[in-house]
């Protein structure tokens, strides 16, 4: 009996895990970016944004370059593979609109973005 509680408990335990990982798996959301942070490493920057994840990073230094979407404590959740010079044309866009916002539309489903430099279009 007492194993059979055990086993019910740690099934509700994995099944609400489970439950708050998916909630953070939308297939379209946008981010409304209003910078970017340098971070310990040479170029991979961290967006100040606002999203469905708590922090974002822009990676264009490991061999997949990409936006990695991150947890709090900065596990992967999601990303989107970018050949080095869409990173680096990403980066130089953000840059440059340092003090507005942008809005970058996503589709993880296909792996697309959409820079919209006018930032009207975050939802």
């Given at each position: 009996m007492e194993g059979k509680k055990i086993f019910i408990f740690i099934f509700i335990i994995c099944s609400l895990k489970a439950f708050g990982?998916?909630?953070?798996?939308?297939?379209?959301f946008s981010l409304e970016i209003t910078g970017i942070e340098l971070t310990n490493y040479d170029y991979i920057f961290r967006l100040k944004q606002k999203s469905i994840y708590p922090k974002?990073?822009?990676d264009c230094q490991s061999f997949?370059?990409?936006l990695h979407f991150?947890?709090?404590?900065?596990k992967i959740?999601?990303?989107?593979?970018l050949d080095h010079h869409e990173c680096e044309q990403l980066f130089l866009m953000i840059q440059k609109k340092e003090k507005t916002s942008l809005c970058l539309n996503?589709?993880?489903?296909?792996g697309e973005l959409f820079l919209d430099q006018s930032g009207l279009n975050c939802q």
């Open positions: 990982n998916n909630k953070l798996k939308e297939a379209e974002v990073n822009l997949f370059n990409g991150l947890s709090k404590d900065e959740i999601d990303k989107i593979v996503v589709n993880l489903e296909r």
